[in-house]
């Protein structure tokens, strides 16, 4: 028997906590045994039969809602989802089973932020039917919206894979083309930033290509409403192709693919994008801007009248080019067969709209990269790829900006001699999405950012198939922010080293971020924190939690955020750290251990309450170690109250929160301080009566008050305590 409310009922609705691009285990939830409440979705055919229930909070405007059944997503037959506002009853949408196992998804742009709503699942009436499911959230919004358009970045001849796209689920915004018959249907949005001013864009369906039918297709202006050109179906099957030649270089355009209205003919379909011009090979060494220097029939040609420019392809090979002023490509491939090969800026500026390629496909030559005093941004994936050889692939750099826009990759399957990228000397690295290590065999690959800057905007991965592999170090007061969380592949290969006044900062307003575990895989693959800044401002606690153990050597700053520890993940401070800046806006939320016989206050809190507690004149050596933690809840057998007590009976124990402060390590006394940060919330009024209660493990002793400051907030202390747990 359990007279736990769970999430067969709206009020026992299942949280979820985090909504950015999250999908729960496959077949993680059921209908079997699930009884109805509420209301129907109003586009269901019957019910609500079993329906389950969960809720979310909005970070923006948009949620993307998946209910996944089939295979190993769920057993779940004929599925129906709705999206409630937070009274359960108000629908915001609905969607309805399409056939016995096809998934169904929900997609809306009209939330309010920091709203509650509720999503019920269900399935068609029929015992039968009831299985199990899996689902998936994105607050971000999705390419069923101009919000949410898929940024083509690779605009050399690119074409997405084979049926990469989809029609189904999709809903009508905006305008139709045109020249489109009907719409919009269930239009679904690209951009790009143009690189040249000629594009020609095809939409592909048919046989590998796609299920879509009677395709529709439309490019657009930056607002999305101005229509530039149009394309109609020809006929169900057959592919449209559009072109325009007056884009303006460097302005964002929208691709909307739609088809002729018809639940039957929405499906997946294929896209392909061309918007360069010219493609150049190197044919000697030399300065960039040096017509001699370049060929456009092929590798050490007859020289080409110019150079790369804007929307221009440079193919370099076996050459070493030198850029002192300021340059412009469509993309840039940099490859090695017979000589060696690099690029050196020298006060100079790069800007590759873009991928920007290095490739060492075996040969035994080097490719080097010196950055000084200059700008490299890369608009498309900053891409290396080793696979093979016995040279080296590196990069220098200082007093430089790098700006990579999407990824940053480094892939090696083969070869010795290792992969080094130093970034040093007050230059900055930002990246606009991941950086992505990933050995699966061959030279080590080894960032370092020395007395610089790196900021992540989304993860940094590590893959590898052994230890030693792997690593980024920052070092003599370098930052690396991180604006979502370090991940590592199974087992968890890879080395952050952080020293010499390095920071590591966890920074997001949107991402639920994950502190990756100290401990690593492997001999020494470890991750070390000498200096971490929490800083996380998003609307859901907690907003940090723990990979693992992770330890801290330097200081543990707390900015904006709630830290989430448990006994497994164990947040420690060695004996040479300490913690600045904790408030109601930021502290841990669960076990925290110091190590060391210096006095320390702990910033813990839970619930949204901030309750320090501290310790002083420790009697033990630097081996002491405390372990804190704060609850807001009843305490343990709070009505056994020790009586003859030799420091005055006590009335009563404070039924609202404790203290857990746990001694292990070597041995020692130390006097404790309880803080309030709410008098009235923690029920104080009397600063003569109020004593520090402690729990012998059988019953709560008083121990008195040596002294206090009753003030709002305040503290009480009691001095020598040899005997812990709670307070």
């Known amino acids: 028997i359990d007279n736990t409310v769970t999430y067969d009922d709206y009020n026992g609705a299942i949280l979820l906590a985090d909504i950015n691009n999250w999908c729960s285990a496959d077949a993680a939830y059921s209908t079997i045994n699930a009884t109805a409440d509420l209301n129907k979705g109003t586009c269901w055919e019957n019910g609500p039969n079993y329906n389950r229930w969960f809720k979310f909070v909005a970070t923006t405007p948009f949620i993307t809602l998946d209910l996944k059944v089939g295979g190993a997503e769920g057993s779940m037959r004929h599925p129906n989802m709705a999206l409630w506002e937070a009274d359960g009853t108000t629908q915001v949408a609905c969607v309805r089973r399409i056939n016995a196992t096809t998934d169904v998804q929900i997609s809306t742009a009209s939330l309010t932020i920091g709203n509650t709503y509720y999503v019920s699942v269900d399935n068609y009436v029929g015992l039968g039917y009831r299985g199990t499911f899996t689902l998936c959230a994105d607050s971000n919004p999705s390419y069923d919206y101009f919000e949410g358009a898929i ?11 084979d049926a990469a796209f989809t029609t189904i689920n999709g809903t009508s915004d905006l305008n139709k ?10 239009n679904r949005w690209f951009k790009f930033t143009a690189i040249s001013s000629n594009i020609t864009a095809q939409m592909k369906v048919a046989g590998a290509e796609g299920t879509l039918r009677h395709p529709n ?73 040096d017509p001699n220097t370049w060929s456009t029939i092929g590798f050490g040609a007859a020289a080409a009248a110019d150079y790369p420019q804007v929307g221009d392809v440079a193919n370099i090979q076996d050459n070493s ?18 000589n060696n090969a690099g690029l050196t800026l020298s006060n100079g500026s790069l800007n590759v709209a873009g991928a920007f390629n290095t490739t060492n496909s075996g040969n ?54 290792d992969n080094t990228f130093s970034f040093g000397t007050l230059s900055t690295l930002a990246v606009g999405n991941d950086v992505i290590l990933n050995n699966t065999g061959g030279p080590k690959t080894i960032i370092s950012i020395d007395n610089s800057d790196l900021t992540i905007t989304n993860n940094l991965t590590f893959i590898a198939s052994t230890d030693n592999l792997v690593e980024l170090d920052i070092a003599n007061g370098a930052n690396l922010y991180l604006n979502n969380s370090i991940t590592q592949g199974s087992p968890a290969y890879g080395t952050l080293a952080s020293t010499g006044g390095s ?46 153990t992770v330890t801290i050597t330097g200081m543990l700053t707390l900015t904006d955020g709630e830290v989430l520890s448990t006994s497994t993940n164990l947040l420690t401070l060695t004996s040479t750290a300490s913690t600045t800046g904790a408030s109601i806006s930021s502290f841990i939320n669960g076990p925290f251990k110091k190590i060391g016989n210096t006095d320390f206050e702990f910033p813990m809190g839970d619930a949204n309450f901030w309750q ?38 006590l009335n009563n124990i404070s039924g609202l929160e404790y203290w857990n402060l746990i001694n292990t390590g070597t041995v020692s006394n130390a006097d404790v301080t309880l803080f ?40 009480i202390t009691v001095v020598g305590v040899s005997s812990f747990s709670p307070f």
Not at 242 to 251: A, D, K, T, V
Not at 681 to 698: E, P
């Open 151 to 161: 940024e083509l970045t690779d605009l050399n001849n690119w074409c997405s894979a």
């Open 177 to 186: 083309g045109s020249c489109w018959e009907n719409g919009t249907n269930y």
């Open 217 to 289: 297709m439309a490019l657009w202006a930056s607002d999305g409403t101005t229509e530039l050109a149009c394309v109609r179906r020809v006929d169900a099957t057959t592919d449209v192709s559009l072109s325009y030649g007056s884009l303006i270089i460097g302005q964002t355009y929208y691709i909307s693919c739609d088809n002729y209205v018809g639940l039957g003919y929405r499906g997946t379909f294929t896209l392909c994008v061309n918007n360069i011009d010219q493609t150049f090979y190197s044919r000697a060494s030399g300065a960039w801007n």
């Open 321 to 338: 080019l030198t850029i002192t002023t300021n340059e412009i490509a469509a993309e840039v491939n940099i490859t090695v067969s017979a």
């Open 364 to 417: 035994n030559f080097n490719i080097s990269y010196t950055i000084a005093n200059s700008t490299l941004t890369v608009n498309n994936n900053f891409n290396v790829n080793r696979n093979g050889g016995t040279a080296n692939i590196s990069l220098s750099s200082s007093g430089s900006t790098f700006n990579f826009n999407n990824d940053f990759v480094v892939n090696s399957t083969a070869g010795v001699g």
């Open 503 to 548: 920071t590591i900062h966890y920074n997001s307003t949107t991402n639920l971020q994950t502190i990756a575990s100290t401990a690593g895989s492997g001999t020494g693959d470890l991750i070390n924190y000498e200096n971490l800044t929490i800083n996380n401002s998003r609307i859901t606690s907690p907003q940090v939690t723990l990979g693992g």
């Open 612 to 649: 320090p507690i501290s310790i002083a004149n420790l009697t033990g050596d630097v081996a002491t170690e405390f372990t804190a933690e704060y609850a807001e809840e009843l305490p343990i057998d709070n009505l056994n109250l020790k009586t003859l007590d030799p420091n005055g009976d």
């Open 676 to 715: 309030w940060k709410d008098q009235t919330r923690s029920d104080i009024d009397n600063a003569a009566d109020l004593q520090v209660a402690h729990y012998t493990g059988s019953e709560w002793e008083n121990l008195g008050q040596s002294s206090i400051n009753f003030t709002d907030p305040g503290s």
